[in-house]
């Protein structure tokens, strides 16, 4: 049973929590106030928080991340424009995360699956699919079968550099809801 500390306990920190529990897995959520002096317990570590927060955690908690899994769900977007990415051209939110925490193994998922579809585990007709990034295989499978236990689709989509891909996906998507072209209990699902 793999152990879970999970930053953030708003939408999508209770919604991967929920799947992840129901699969069988530990899960403990720290919240805003919590978050500076908790002591990190889980084996695997989620950012479940606003991009612009997660420099604030890492730092923090660097010695403690060293040595773990570290999943980057955020979808860094300018939320003044709603109209780029705050990460450098070609990079991802993941990479930067990646390249401060040498010593961690970043993985980029769920940033491409709305809220909604994650507590519903139905993305339209489809189950939804949790897109999972990263360049350690064994810590992406292991993310992997705690996702199908807990009900829902996940696909390795490639190593960390696909995260610059996942993460324009999730701009996309959050643009679409935005407009109101789809709504927030949508998005994209995938055909195998
Ligand atoms: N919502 C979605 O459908 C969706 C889909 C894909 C990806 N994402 C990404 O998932 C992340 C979380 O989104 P969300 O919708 O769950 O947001 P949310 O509902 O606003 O929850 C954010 C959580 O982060 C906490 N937080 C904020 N600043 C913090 C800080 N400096 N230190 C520690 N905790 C902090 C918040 O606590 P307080 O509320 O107490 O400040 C809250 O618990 C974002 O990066 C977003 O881009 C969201």
Redesign the pocket.
């Known amino acids: 049973m793999t152990t879970y500390t999970i930053?953030?306990?708003?939408?999508?920190?209770t919604a991967i929590s929920g799947v992840l529990s129901k699969g069988g897995a530990s899960t403990d959520n720290l919240?805003?106030g919590e978050?500076t002096t908790a002591t990190i317990e889980g084996e695997v570590v989620i950012l479940?928080?606003?991009?612009p927060?997660v420099d604030?955690?890492i730092t923090r908690h660097r010695e403690a991340l060293a040595g773990k899994t570290v999943i980057d769900?955020?979808?860094p977007l300018n939320f003044d424009t709603f109209d780029e990415l705050v990460v450098p051209a070609g990079s991802s939110a993941a990479a930067e995360i990646q390249g401060k925490l040498p010593d961690s193994t970043v993985l980029k998922a769920?940033?491409t699956?709305?809220?909604a579809t994650l507590n519903s585990g139905k993305t339209g007709d489809l189950t939804t699919t949790v897109l999972v990034a990263g360049d350690d295989e064994a810590a992406k499978s292991a993310l992997i079968t705690d996702i199908n236990a807990g009900g829902l689709d996940a696909l390795d989509a490639g190593s960390l550099k696909r995260a610059h891909e996942l993460e324009a996906l999730?701009f996309l998507q959050l643009t679409l809801a935005g407009a109101e072209k789809i709504s927030?209990s949508g998005g994209f699902g995938l055909v195998k």
């Open positions: 930053f953030g306990t708003g939408n999508m920190g919240s805003h978050a479940a928080v606003p991009y927060a604030e955690i769900i955020t979808n769920f940033n699956t709305f809220a999730g927030w």
